[in-house]
């Protein structure tokens, strides 16, 4: 029997070299994220790539304030990604609500609802530092610290508590559910 874990520091390696991007463009950072991934910054050189399937993805990228309405697909995708995953988040409204410290409806410590493993603050963050970011979380799945997936396991009831006290509980399957009557207006109209 092969003991896996021998391999680990291998695995590690070919991970961190090869990270597949869930972009989710929330907020006024996703205008950074071309500049990123274009030819003056060029993060593919670090083996990384834009991903738009959470499935085939390992690092998400939340780029700016979060909205409850918001929330919930970044819920839903992040539940959908593999493990192990990675969580990285920048500019300052993910970290603590930004300038929108007072508003109704963005959502003030994205950690509390999905474990992040890296927060760049800024208002907006430069290139230089958001790359600076992604050489942080390289090193961090090198040495094993990047392990907000394992968080997120074992403290699910904090999380799916937190979730439930902003959305109510059952909010996905209301979520999923509410398409039901307006895909039905559809059919009866064709
Ligand atoms: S931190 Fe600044 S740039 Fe980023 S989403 Fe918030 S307001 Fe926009």
């Given at each position: 029997m092969v003991d896996w874990r021998l391999f680990e520091p291998l695995f590690e390696f070919a991970r961190k070299r090869s990270l597949w991007i869930v972009?989710?463009?929330?907020?006024?950072?996703?205008?950074?994220m071309p500049p990123l991934m274009?030819?003056?910054?060029?993060?593919?050189?670090?083996g990384m790539m834009p991903n738009p399937a959470p499935r085939m993805a390992d690092l998400f990228l939340i780029t700016g304030y979060v909205t409850p309405k918001t929330l919930k697909r970044i819920i839903i995708t992040y539940e959908m990604q593999p493990d192990p995953k990675y969580v990285m988040a920048h500019g300052s409204c993910p970290l603590?609500?930004?300038?929108?410290?007072?508003?109704?409806?963005?959502?003030?410590?994205l950690d509390k609802y999905i474990p992040v493993d890296v927060y760049i603050a800024g208002c907006m963050p430069r290139p230089e530092a958001v790359m600076d970011g992604i050489k942080k979380i390289m090193e961090m799945i090198e040495n094993g610290t990047a392990d907000g997936w394992k968080r997120y396991k074992e403290n699910y009831e904090y999380y799916k508590k937190n979730q439930d006290e902003l959305f109510g509980e059952g909010w996905r399957e209301k979520e999923a559910r509410k398409w039901i009557p307006w895909l039905m207006d559809k059919r009866r109209e064709e």
């Amino acid at each position: 029997m092969v003991d896996w874990r021998l391999f680990e520091p291998l695995f590690e390696f070919a991970r961190k070299r090869s990270l597949w991007i869930v972009a989710f463009c929330t907020g006024c950072g996703g205008i950074e994220m071309p500049p990123l991934m274009t030819s003056r910054y060029d993060l593919e050189r670090f083996g990384m790539m834009p991903n738009p399937a959470p499935r085939m993805a390992d690092l998400f990228l939340i780029t700016g304030y979060v909205t409850p309405k918001t929330l919930k697909r970044i819920i839903i995708t992040y539940e959908m990604q593999p493990d192990p995953k990675y969580v990285m988040a920048h500019g300052s409204c993910p970290l603590n609500g930004g300038i929108y410290w007072d508003a109704y409806n963005a959502i003030k410590h994205l950690d509390k609802y999905i474990p992040v493993d890296v927060y760049i603050a800024g208002c907006m963050p430069r290139p230089e530092a958001v790359m600076d970011g992604i050489k942080k979380i390289m090193e961090m799945i090198e040495n094993g610290t990047a392990d907000g997936w394992k968080r997120y396991k074992e403290n699910y009831e904090y999380y799916k508590k937190n979730q439930d006290e902003l959305f109510g509980e059952g909010w996905r399957e209301k979520e999923a559910r509410k398409w039901i009557p307006w895909l039905m207006d559809k059919r009866r109209e064709e």
